[in-house]
């Protein structure tokens, strides 16, 4: 028997890749429903490597890469492509973006109003990385619990981890050496006036944001990053960004319904970048930081590799839960 503490993103993926290879697995999660303490349900489920090459490091593009076909298999993706997108007063941040990042073609107004109806006449030009996706992360979560649990895997809700777990997914949670929080703050909207197909971009030199389409009119707006391990709600400053942002996309956004705001904490190390590493006979997967739905497959895969080596080697150690 395998036993996961945390029944978040990186939990539930560790136990889908485990169960896959026929283990064994309990996650043990403290909140009594799934996914009401996981900072994912505040994500905007961006599947974007190439975009987020802008601010992180090459890892995150050759990593984030398998993601597509590994959700796939569990929960509906759009892959319809990621649209960058700058006011006419913040044109330089499309060139600086253009060359932190590859994989786009530049788009002209024309385009750009072919690609979204919606945004005609507001933008000059943008970048169109068409290669990228998006999905629910709520629905993903959900999806992904459900898909552990028919392959046999146990979840346990409602429950704290004992001590002495073979693996250790609480994100923030955890006590881990250099671990910080990264605020995120988001608002859901719904705007059945507006249509938009994809993933926007809003470039801005002090606070980039971006929209995700949901669904029946419905819209995640995101999401700032500060550094802040305040979980309060968010801020009037936070809330006025991310309207102006909607607004600055279409004027049609003045009449959308604000239907949920929130904010979260994401775990991160110092460079920013996942880490695997055994503690105390522990091994602990974290630090996902803004790239949870992108790098979780590929971190849960390596994981997986870990314990399943781990336990063929010392199956004695293996605790029953």
């Known amino acids: 028997m395998i036993t996961i503490a945390g029944a978040g993103l990186a939990g539930l993926a560790c136990a889908y890749a485990l169960v896959r290879r026929g283990a064994a697995v309990t996650v043990?999660?403290?909140?009594?429903?799934?996914?009401?303490?996981?900072?994912?349900?505040?994500a905007g489920g961006m599947l974007a490597p190439w975009c987020e090459r802008e601010s992180a490091e090459e890892e995150v593009v050759s990593l984030g890469g398998r993601a597509f076909d590994w959700w796939t298999q569990i929960t509906p993706v759009h892959r319809r492509g990621t649209l960058v997108v700058a006011l006419r007063r913040d044109q330089p941040e499309i060139a600086r973006f253009g060359r932190r990042t590859s994989a786009y073609r530049t788009v002209?107004?024309?385009?750009?109003?072919?690609?979204?109806?919606?945004?005609?006449?507001?933008?000059?030009?943008?970048?169109?990385?068409?290669?990228?996706?998006h999905l629910d992360p709520r629905r993903a979560l959900r999806d992904l619990a459900?898909?552990?649990?028919?392959?046999?895997?146990?979840?346990?809700?409602g429950s704290p981890a004992p001590a002495g777990?073979?693996?250790?997914?609480?994100?923030?949670?955890?006590?881990?050496?250099?671990?910080?929080?990264?605020?995120?703050?988001?608002?859901?909207?719904?705007?059945p006036e507006v249509e938009i197909h994809r993933t926007l971009r809003l470039l801005?030199?002090?606070?980039?944001?971006?929209?995700?389409?949901?669904?029946d009119g419905h819209y995640m707006l995101g999401a700032t990053m500060v550094e802040s391990d305040h979980a309060g709600p968010p801020t009037l400053?936070?809330?006025?960004?991310?309207?102006?942002?909607?607004?600055?996309l279409s004027p049609a956004f003045a009449e959308a319904e604000v239907v949920e705001t929130g904010a979260g904490l994401r775990p991160a190390f110092p460079d920013n970048l996942p880490r695997l590493e055994w503690r105390d006979g522990t091994l602990h997967l974290n630090g996902l930081y803004r790239h949870g739905f992108l790098l979780a497959p590929a971190l849960a895969e390596?994981?997986?590799?870990?314990?399943?080596?781990?336990?063929?080697?010392n199956p004695r150690e293996f605790r029953t839960a």
Request: charge should be negative.
């Open 146 to 157: 459900a898909e552990v649990q028919r392959l046999g895997g146990e979840i346990r809700l």
């Open 237 to 248: 400053r936070a809330l006025m960004e991310l309207m102006g942002a909607a607004y600055a």
């Open 302 to 313: 390596a994981a997986a590799d870990k314990l399943m080596e781990r336990r063929d080697e």
């Open 108 to 133: 002209s107004g024309a385009e750009i109003t072919g690609l979204e109806p919606a945004l005609a006449g507001r933008f000059d030009h943008g970048l169109f990385f068409d290669q990228e996706a």
């Open 165 to 191: 777990v073979d693996l250790d997914c609480r994100g923030i949670h955890a006590a881990l050496p250099c671990l910080r929080a990264v605020r995120g703050e988001m608002a859901r909207l719904h705007c």
């Open 28 to 42: 043990f999660e403290r909140a009594e429903v799934l996914g009401a303490t996981s900072v994912a349900r505040f």
């Open 204 to 215: 801005h030199p002090r606070t980039p944001i971006y929209l995700v389409p949901r669904g």
